[in-house]
C-alpha cells in the first residue's frame, strides 16, 4: 500500500533516549525542560525571536484570535483545511470567504480588498499558505495597513518555507503552524504561534496555561493548550533530520513533475522553488470526472492520494454558503499525490504510469 503520506520516524534509540531521562525526572508535562529545549532549538534553526510549542495547529488558531481579542468578521480562504474555518467560529467570529487564486490556490487580495469594501465589522484576515506556499505576503499586509485589521496566517504547512530570505512564519502578527503526525516535521501532536510582538507573545503564554499568572493568579480567559515532555522529545530527535527530509522531498518533487510533464494536468505555481519545503505534491486534473477516474485507478492498485482541499470550506453546516467560483472548480480537480520521505523512484514510476494510462 501507498498512502499519501507517512510520518517520518527516527531511529528509536535516539527517541528512546529522551524517554529514560523522562523516566528518571518524572516531570511529564507543564512546561517542562524537554518544552523549553525544543522552543529554543526551533527558533534557532528558524531564526524566530519569538515561538511558544502548544498542543495542535487548531489550539494555535484558537490562542491567537483569542490574544488579539478578535471580534467581529474575518476574512478567510474556502480552500484550506476545516480547522481554519471551525476556529474562527468557535471563537464567536463570523468567517466571511473570499476566493481564491486560481494558480497559486491562496486566498487572492483582490477579493480581500472586494470583501474589505463591502463588508462592516471586519477585524482581520486569517490566509493559509496552502500546501506550504506563501500567499502574496506584501499585498494582504499593504491592505491589512489601509483597512487596519489584524492578520494571521494558518502556516500549518509551512515548516522550512521561506518568504524573501526569512521563514515565512515572521510574517504577519501571529502566524501558526502544525506539528502533526502528517506534517514533514512533527512531534506527533503539536502545534506553535509565533510572533514578534513580546507582549503578545506574553499574553499567548498564559493563554496556553488557564491563564495562571502565578501559582493561585488567573489574569486571562485561557485554555490548556500546553504539551508533554514525550511530544517535544520526538521533536528534538526529528529536528536532527530535517534538512535531510527537506531535501528528499524535493528531489521526490523534482521527479514527480519530470514523469508527469506529459500527463494532462496543471501544476501550482509556486512562490519560490527554492525557498519551498514540498510539504505536498498537488495536481490538478481537467475535470471532476477525470479526477475521480484517477482515483479509482490508484485504489485499485492500492495507492491512496488525497483531494486535500475537497469540498470547500463554504459548504460547512455551521457557515452562510457562498459560491466561490474559483474555489469550486479547483476542489473538484485537485489531487495530493503521495509524498514522504520513505516514497521510491521505483514507486513514483509506478503512479505516474497510472495517470498517464488513465
Known amino acids: 500500500m501507498i498512502p499519501v503520506t507517512k510520518p517520518f520516524l527516527p531511529p528509536m534509540e535516539e527517541y528512546n533516549k529522551y524517554i529514560a531521562e523522562i523516566w528518571n525526572r518524572q516531570w511529564l508535562t507543564n512546561n517542562g525542560p524537554l518544552v523549553n529545549e525544543?522552543?529554543?532549538?526551533?527558533?534557532?534553526?528558524?531564526?524566530?525571536?519569538?515561538?511558544?510549542?502548544?498542543?495542535?495547529?487548531?489550539?494555535?488558531?484558537?490562542?491567537?484570535?483569542?490574544?488579539?481579542?478578535?471580534?467581529?468578521?474575518?476574512?478567510?480562504?474556502?480552500?484550506s483545511y476545516?480547522?481554519?474555518?471551525?476556529?474562527?467560529?468557535?471563537?464567536?467570529?463570523?468567517?466571511?470567504?473570499?476566493?481564491?487564486?486560481?494558480?497559486?490556490?491562496?486566498?487572492?487580495?483582490?477579493?480581500?480588498?472586494?470583501?474589505?469594501?463591502?463588508?462592516?465589522?471586519?477585524?482581520?484576515?486569517?490566509?493559509?499558505?496552502?500546501?506550504?506556499?506563501?500567499?502574496d505576503i506584501d499585498r494582504i499586509q499593504s491592505l491589512a495597513d489601509r483597512y487596519k485589521v489584524k492578520i494571521i496566517y494558518d502556516a500549518a504547512h509551512c515548516f522550512g518555507t521561506k518568504y524573501k530570505g526569512r521563514s515565512v512564519f515572521e510574517y504577519g502578527d501571529i502566524s501558526t503552524v502544525s506539528f502533526h503526525a502528517t506534517k514533514l516535521f512533527h512531534t506527533i501532536e503539536g502545534g506553535a504561534v509565533i510572533t514578534k510582538d513580546a507582549e503578545l507573545l506574553r499574553k499567548m503564554s498564559l493563554l496556553r496555561n488557564f491563564g495562571h499568572d502565578g501559582p493561585y493568579q488567573f489574569s486571562e480567559l485561557g485554555i490548556n493548550g500546553k504539551n508533554s515532555e514525550m511530544h517535544a522529545a520526538m521533536g528534538l530527535v526529528n529536528l536532527r533530520y530535517i534538512r535531510q527530509i527537506l531535501q528528499k522531498r524535493k528531489e521526490l518533487s523534482g521527479y514527480y513533475s519530470k514523469v508527469l510533464k506529459n500527463a494532462d494536468v496543471t501544476f501550482v505555481k509556486l512562490h519560490d522553488e527554492n525557498e519551498y519545503n514540498y510539504s505536498y505534491y498537488p495536481v490538478l486534473f481537467p475535470t471532476d470526472q477525470m479526477t475521480?477516474?484517477?482515483?479509482?485507478?490508484?485504489?485499485?492498485?492500492?495507492?491512496?492520494?488525497?483531494?486535500?482541499?475537497?469540498?470547500?470550506?463554504?459548504?460547512?453546516?455551521?457557515?452562510?454558503?457562498?459560491?466561490?467560483?474559483?474555489?469550486?472548480?479547483?476542489?473538484?480537480?485537485?489531487?495530493?499525490?503521495?509524498l514522504f520521505h520513505t516514497l521510491t523512484i521505483e514507486e513514483?514510476?509506478?503512479?505516474?504510469?497510472?495517470?498517464?494510462r488513465v
Open 82 to 135: 476545516v480547522a481554519t474555518t471551525s476556529s474562527i467560529v468557535w471563537e464567536g467570529c463570523e468567517p466571511v470567504f473570499a476566493d481564491i487564486d486560481p494558480d497559486t490556490l491562496n486566498i487572492d487580495p483582490d477579493q480581500i480588498e472586494k470583501k474589505l469594501k463591502a463588508e462592516q465589522n471586519i477585524c482581520a484576515i486569517l490566509a493559509t499558505h496552502v500546501y506550504g506556499n506563501p500567499c
Open 38 to 79: 525544543l522552543e529554543l532549538k526551533l527558533k534557532e534553526f528558524l531564526n524566530l525571536k519569538h515561538l511558544l510549542f502548544l498542543t495542535n495547529g487548531t489550539i494555535a488558531l484558537q490562542i491567537a484570535i483569542k490574544a488579539m481579542g478578535l471580534k467581529g468578521k474575518i476574512i478567510t480562504t474556502p480552500f
Open 348 to 356: 513514483i514510476d509506478f503512479i505516474a504510469r497510472i495517470i498517464l
Open 292 to 338: 475521480n477516474k484517477v482515483i479509482d485507478e490508484l485504489n485499485k492498485n492500492w495507492i491512496y492520494p488525497r483531494r486535500y482541499f475537497y469540498p470547500s470550506l463554504t459548504l460547512l453546516p455551521y457557515v452562510n454558503a457562498t459560491h466561490m467560483p474559483v474555489t469550486d472548480l479547483v476542489s473538484s480537480r485537485v489531487l495530493c499525490l503521495p
